[in-house]
């Protein structure tokens, strides 16, 4: 899986991280799947709370991590799954619960510690890993793996420019 556009960008605070995810959501459609990757505390919850936000998700619905659930699957203008795989041991395990079924093709797939399943990510998805700067400070690294619609693909890399030198 080749990237087909690889990014930088840095927030330097918690609703700078969740304005990027949701800038990132309202670009996202049917079929399209977010792993996320970093440390615990680095943001991939406050990313995919934005994420849901920009997909239409209400804001009466809590968007939590689902480490004890699995999966959470919230209405948005397409459906959306939140997948957290943190408390898996392998990918057998992800694998024996069904996991294609949150590829849905009608949906958006939200991975957190997606690292821990990387072999079963579809071939196009974006790979976004976290990393903890500072207290508040995140730098995200954001690749367009596989083949992505050139309007869809130039949207997402012109979404980051806003974020690019922001302060």
Not at 37 to 55: E, N, P, R, Y
Not at 89 to 115: H, K, Q, R
Request: glycine share 10%; net charge negative; with cysteine.
């Amino acid at each position: 899986m080749q990237p087909c556009a690889k990014m930088r960008t840095v927030t330097h605070s918690p609703e700078q991280t969740m304005a990027l995810g949701e800038t990132f959501g309202r670009l996202l459609g049917r079929g399209d799947v977010v792993a996320l990757i970093g440390d615990l505390g680095a943001g991939k919850t406050v990313f995919a709370q934005g994420l849901a936000k920009g997909l239409g998700v209400s804001p009466d619905e809590y968007v939590s991590s689902p480490s004890f659930t699995l999966v959470n699957q919230y209405k948005g203008r397409v459906p959306v799954f939140h997948v957290d795989t943190y408390r898996l041991a392998s990918e057998t395990e992800m694998v024996a619960l069904g996991y294609e079924e949150y590829f849905d093709p009608n949906g958006v797939t939200i991975i957190e510690w997606a690292d821990k399943v990387r072999s079963l990510l579809p071939e196009r998805h974006i790979t976004i890993r976290f990393k903890l700067l500072g207290p508040a400070i995140r730098e995200m690294e954001v690749e367009l793996v596989g083949s992505w619609p050139t309007q869809q693909a130039k949207e997402i890399v012109e979404a980051l420019g806003p974020f690019m030198n922001s302060k």
